[in-house]
């Protein structure tokens, strides 16, 4: 059973509305978010337990302008990120959680983070 990972700024959408009525763009916040993306992408990478490295290396933050989110494993490098995160009991693999800890790890981070951003958006 796959569980929730991430969380959300209650907000957040608001926040962007208000910013952009004081002139800024929805991409100037994109720095903010790929900052926060790449942070948790590293935390993520730092958790997993492989043999070869290639999930670990397969982890990386996107670049969006009103999230940040981090995606693990590809389609030919690395196709069992699901299986290694979130386990599958019927094949004996446990779980190792590696994106909900990053994400537990992020939770304060984050927000100070996109706070600081906002804040030089509005000092802009």
């Known amino acids: 059973m796959a569980r929730d990972a991430g969380f959300k700024v209650e907000g957040l959408a608001q926040a962007v509305r208000d910013l952009q009525s004081l ?9 903010g978010f790929s900052k926060i993306a790449d942070e948790a992408a590293t935390r993520a990478a730092r958790h997993v337990r492989s043999r070869s490295g290639r999930l670990a290396r397969s982890v990386r933050g996107n670049r969006a302008k009103s999230k940040a989110v981090v995606r693990a494993g590809t389609k030919r490098g690395a196709p069992h990120a699901g299986p290694i995160n979130y386990g599958w009991p019927r094949r004996g693999i446990r779980a190792q959680g590696f994106m909900q800890k990053a994400d537990q ?20």
């Open 105 to 124: 790890e992020m939770r304060p981070r984050a927000v100070q983070m996109l706070e600081d951003e906002i804040n030089h958006q509005i000092r802009k």
């Open 23 to 31: 002139g800024a763009e929805v991409d100037d916040l994109k720095a």
